[in-house]
Nanobody
């Protein structure tokens, strides 16, 4: 029932930064867990970062120290701040939410050029 819409993807040079947004159609206050996943062509979908309702975060080893996830309940939005981007970060990034049910956005493409 909850709709998630990602935005902020695009083309960026290696070493650059980008911020992704995930806007929910309704309140995310009751969502226990929200996060970002990504999938590159030919690869499996992988977890990038998650954040609980209590603010606890978890990151994939490949992005630790470079990415930061945050949650703004007032704006019903989750963000993913990415810095020091690498070509291997190129993928479609998907927003995910878990509450009573589980929800997925349609994704936003991030392309990092070398």
């Amino acid at each position: 029932q909850v709709q998630l819409v990602e935005s902020g993807g695009g083309l960026v040079q290696a070493g650059g930064s980008l911020r992704l947004s995930c806007a929910a159609s309704g309140s995310i206050f009751r969502m226990q867990l929200m996060g970002w996943y990504r999938q590159a062509p030919g690869n499996q979908r992988e977890l990038v970062a998650t954040i609980t309702s209590g603010g606890n975060t978890n990151y994939a080893d490949s992005v630790k120290g470079r990415f930061a996830i945050s949650r703004d309940n007032a704006k019903n939005t989750v963000y993913l701040e990415m810095k020091s981007l690498k070509p291997e970060d190129t993928a479609v990034y998907y927003c995910h939410a878990r509450g009573v049910g589980m929800y997925w956005g349609k994704g936003t493409l991030v392309t990092v050029s070398s």
